[in-house]
């Protein structure tokens, strides 16, 4: 690697990494046992390497990191090249995503704190909002244990169901959080995510407020962007809802 003489490896891509980790925290979109985020960069001479959180991210660090504590790692190897950290257990989940889609460079998992709803109760998130539409069906997966090779393949799995253009997705994790996957320049992809988590958790507050409505007979299903998506039956039959007819035209703002 050639790096400014004095200059830690990629400094500019982990200090904005630090940054956001701080703004997670800030937004309650993690919690004290965090999470972990990863972006795929390469040196000049095209050698491939991820810029990912230590472990601890949260509960040791609190969120506060500064550069150095954000890792410089050799995908091949698991060799930490830059970085005072030490190494997260989840990076085999990173890294088969990464291997599954080669298009994606941003991977993103966090303890969010609404979505951790549905997230636990094994149904698939109603996306109702404008702002989320672009990431279509948001579906809760099969429980498989945190940390896990089991969890590892499996995300592989679904990340090579898809289609390789398709790099901007959410899962939510059984019992475990919320995944986002992007795709792009690093740190355009790292800010699409963090963007995500948080419009996702807003989505979560409303799709919750409007099943209640529906269960109490104020509502007749689920209701954004002036149009009827489905219904709280479709959502207990498996079906991860959005508006299909708008959602290919979303950009964000």
């Known amino acids: 690697m050639k790096f400014p003489k004095g200059r830690i490896p990629f400094e500019f891509e982990r200090e904005d990494l630090a940054k956001v980790v701080k703004i997670l925290m800030e937004r309650r979109d993690t919690n004290i046992v ?39 790692i050799d995908p091949k190897t698991r060799k930490i090249i830059s970085g005072t950290g030490k190494l997260t257990r989840e990076i085999n989940m990173h890294e088969a995503i990464y291997t599954a889609n080669s298009n994606i460079t941003c991977v993103f998992h966090a303890h969010a704190d609404q979505a951790m709803f549905w997230a636990t109760t094994g149904l698939n998130m109603p996306n109702i909002t404008e702002a989320t539409q672009k990431l ?61 988590v948080d419009t996702v958790e807003w989505n979560a507050k409303v799709a919750y407020k409007q099943t209640v409505l529906q269960m109490n007979g104020f509502l007749d299903g689920y209701y954004g962007e002036g149009t009827k998506i489905g219904t709280w039956k479709d959502v207990q039959d498996g079906k991860a809802i959005y508006n299909e007819s708008l959602a290919e035209n979303k950009n964000g703002d």
């Open 34 to 72: 965090g999470g972990n985020i990863s972006i795929r960069v390469y040196d000049e001479e095209g050698k491939e390497y991820l810029v990912m959180t230590p472990t601890m991210m949260s509960e040791a660090y609190l969120g506060h990191l500064n550069a150095d504590q954000i890792l410089v």
């Open 136 to 196: 279509k069906g948001i579906k809760t997966l099969e429980w498989h244990p945190m940390c896990s090779e089991d969890l590892a393949q499996f995300m592989k799995k679904q990340i090579e169901k898809l289609p390789q253009e398709q790099i901007r997705n959410a899962f939510l994790l059984n019992s475990h959080g919320v995944l986002f996957t992007n795709g792009g320049n690093p740190l355009t992809a790292l800010h699409g995510s963090l963007a995500d």
